[in-house]
């Protein structure tokens, strides 16, 4: 009986086969990452719009908006331990369903590490663990200045901590919700409960007042970069959205916040280094690329290219660009601005 032939690949046609492979997975690869960063940044998206309709929704309740930095109400600080100060992102939290997390400062039963808030982090921002208290998203505090110089005009969240008068009214939305930011992504951001600004005091005075006055009032050394963004009148290259990071003069000591309240004190913290160089980074940053995702007051929310020129970015901040300290106070915006 003749024996058949049987014919199998040789080691050219293997790596033929191979190369032919590697290059459909080459091919195919990039697609698939753009197809993943597309789905983490539509539901990056849809927090930050979560986190608009929350403001409102504490408007609704409070008939004001949400404040930056506030002090709990007596009637909802559950304990004489309950944490007195806190930030807009801990205030909403039981408007964004999570009122078992904000009974804990209440009660000043926060655990260490703070309870992880999965809304509060953006699924395209690769650089945070998902834990303890991470966040993605910061808020629009107006004008890069002191808490002293705080008007409703320059932006959408008030420093109440500084002036518990201060709030944001439904008579204050002049440039109208849909053209005033509210949030914005950052990468850098710190905490949640974190409140970057160094306008505090160790102890209360014998008046029970926790705000170093000299350094706000007097000095204006304070200065506000998170849970936050702001606007410069003369930004800085890192000012800018998804810009480079100022850097600190490596002499100076370390501003860190003290210990179990997140309050960053005045008297620790020097103006050369971490109030003047913190504040031009508190900008809008992503990790999409060519942009941020941005929520407005209304709870519109939708993706701000970086290219965008600044001073329709900072018109966008204010609530009225008339009345603010913004330097070119006659923009008026509409839709083809954003584009």
Not at 29 to 51: D, F, H, M, T
Not at 222 to 244: E, H, K, L, M
Request: aromatic share 10%; hydrophobic share 35%; proline share 6%.
């Amino acid at each position: 009986m003749k024996p058949s032939n049987v014919r199998g690949f040789t080691l050219v046609e293997l790596l033929v086969v191979i190369a032919i492979i590697g290059t459909l997975v080459a091919l195919l690869l990039p697609a698939v990452q753009r197809a993943r960063e597309s789905s983490r940044r539509s539901n990056c998206l849809n927090n930050i719009r979560q986190l608009a309709l929350a403001a409102t929704h504490f408007e609704t309740r409070m008939r004001r908006y949400p404040g930056l930095f506030d002090e709990l109400p007596a009637q909802q600080r559950q304990s004489d331990n309950g944490e007195r100060f806190t930030t807009w992102a801990v205030l909403l939290l039981p408007d964004m369903e999570h009122q078992n997390v904000f009974d804990l400062y209440a009660k000043g039963d926060v655990p260490m590490p703070s309870m992880y808030v999965e809304s509060y982090l953006c699924p395209s921002d690769g650089a945070k663990i998902r834990s303890g208290n991470v966040m993605s998203y910061v808020a629009n505090a107006g004008w890069a200045t002191s808490a002293s110089n705080q008007v409703p005009a320059n932006g959408a969240f008030l420093n109440r901590a500084y002036d518990p008068k201060a709030a944001i009214m439904e008579g204050h939305w002049k440039d109208g919700r849909d053209h005033t930011l509210a949030f914005s992504e950052r990468t850098d951001s710190e905490g949640y409960d974190i409140m970057g600004w160094n306008g505090y005091r160790q102890a209360s005075d014998e008046k029970g007042d926790f705000i170093d006055r000299e350094v706000v009032v007097n000095q204006k050394y304070d200065r506000t970069w998170g849970p936050a963004f702001v606007w410069q009148t003369q930004p800085a290259s890192c000012s800018y959205i998804n810009g480079p990071l100022c850097g600190c003069d490596p002499i100076d000591p370390p501003c860190v916040p003290q210990s179990g309240t997140g309050r960053y004190l005045g008297v620790s913290c020097t103006f050369k280094c971490n109030t003047a160089m913190r504040s031009p980074n508190a900008k809008p940053s992503s990790d999409h690329g060519g942009g941020v995702n941005v929520a407005f007051a209304s709870g519109r929310a939708l993706f701000l290219r970086d290219t965008i020129d600044y001073r329709v970015f900072r018109a966008l901040m204010t609530l009225n660009e008339k009345m603010s300290n913004s330097p070119e106070r006659d923009m008026v915006l509409d839709d083809n601005a954003l584009n």
